[in-house]
């Protein structure tokens, strides 16, 4: 992937955002942080940090803006990617600032939203509130939030027949230590019958790591095996690919895995949803890197991730793969 290219294509998006009909700050921060993110890999520094200031400025408008409900209900996603342009810049303290703003936004979000059609959205505002406390290293106020979003679950979720991600659900035992009951409950998913093949490859995906993570690397084996679908990639999809090429990186199939992710990226240039996009791209230059050795890349490549993806179950599959990786 050349990351100029790129890089260019994410800032004309953050350019038509401001277009005199949409006006849409938002999507221009967002897009100017993505775009300066692909100029720092491609070692463009000042275009870097001109587009981190110009992303920082529209995230802060939008704050500033009368606290309509539509203000109020993002505000925790606007502190928390404040705070990554924030580090990204090396303003720590601001960067730790937002992120607590952050926290207690999106946890006052889960406490206010009341009702089981709510509850999902309650279990992920609270999710994020202990993603925020646990990178600031306030580990207590972190375990609160993930017990928080798991009450939701088992007192409104489990009981009442509403449907929760059991990755999600696995996500928070891991995150608070507990391998046991994350590798349980997705054994449980990866059993039954008819899942899509994304899902049931992710969901082995993610077991693996976690049985890494506990040094059984046989049964870790197991599951990186069992997420292979067929390898007919004229069939597979940009997503699905990209999973195969983790999978093989993990089963030390370097050139393999190599060739899935070159493949996932240029297929991935189809995908209309630009955050998809943007996400399958990276993870496919992200087994690149690793493949290559190029910790730097690695490095700039997972802190954009951060930012954009921390939410995501699979954040922690990257983050046990890369460690074991540069081991």
Aim: aromatic share 10%; glycine share 4%; hydrophobic share 40%.
């Amino acid at each position: 992937m050349d990351f100029l290219e790129n890089a260019r294509f994410y800032e004309k998006l953050a350019e038509k955002s401001l277009s005199f009909f949409k006006k849409n700050f938002r999507s221009a921060g967002y897009w100017y942080s993505s775009a300066a993110d692909y100029y720092r890999i491609g070692g463009d520094k000042e275009k870097f940090i001109n587009l981190k200031n110009l992303a920082l400025k529209y995230f802060l408008s939008l704050l500033e803006e009368p606290k309509e409900r539509s203000i109020v209900d993002r505000a925790g996603q606007i502190y928390l990617w404040v705070s990554y342009v924030h580090r990204a810049l090396g303003n720590l303290n601001e960067h730790r600032n937002f992120l607590i703003k952050a926290a207690k936004t999106f946890a006052l979000q889960a406490k206010n939203l009341k009702g089981d059609k709510t509850s999902l959205e309650a279990m992920i505002n609270y999710y994020n509130a202990a993603n925020c406390y646990r990178i600031i290293g306030d580990r207590s106020r972190a375990e609160e939030n993930y017990k928080n979003a798991l009450r939701v679950y088992y007192q409104k979720g489990r009981s009442k027949g509403i449907e929760f991600s059991p990755v999600l659900l696995a996500s928070c035992h891991y995150r608070l230590g507990d391998i046991k009951k994350a590798v349980e409950i997705l054994e449980k998913e990866s059993k039954k019958q008819n899942l899509p093949p994304l899902v049931f490859s992710n969901i082995n995906l993610i077991l693996g790591c976690y049985y890494l993570e506990e040094g059984e690397e046989e049964e870790a084996r197991k599951h990186f095996e069992e997420a292979r679908i067929p390898p007919d990639t004229e069939k597979l999809s940009a997503p699905e690919l990209v999973t195969q090429a983790l999978c093989q990186l993990m089963l030390n199939n370097a050139e393999n895995a190599a060739g899935l992710a070159e493949v996932s990226i240029r297929l991935s240039s189809k995908i209309r949803d630009y955050n998809l996009r943007q996400l399958i791209q990276e993870i496919g230059e992200l087994v690149i890197g690793l493949v290559k050795g190029q910790e730097r890349k690695i490095e700039e490549l997972m802190e954009s991730l951060t930012w954009q993806h921390m939410e995501l179950p699979l954040y922690d599959a990257l983050n046990i793969i890369t460690k074991k990786q540069s081991q």
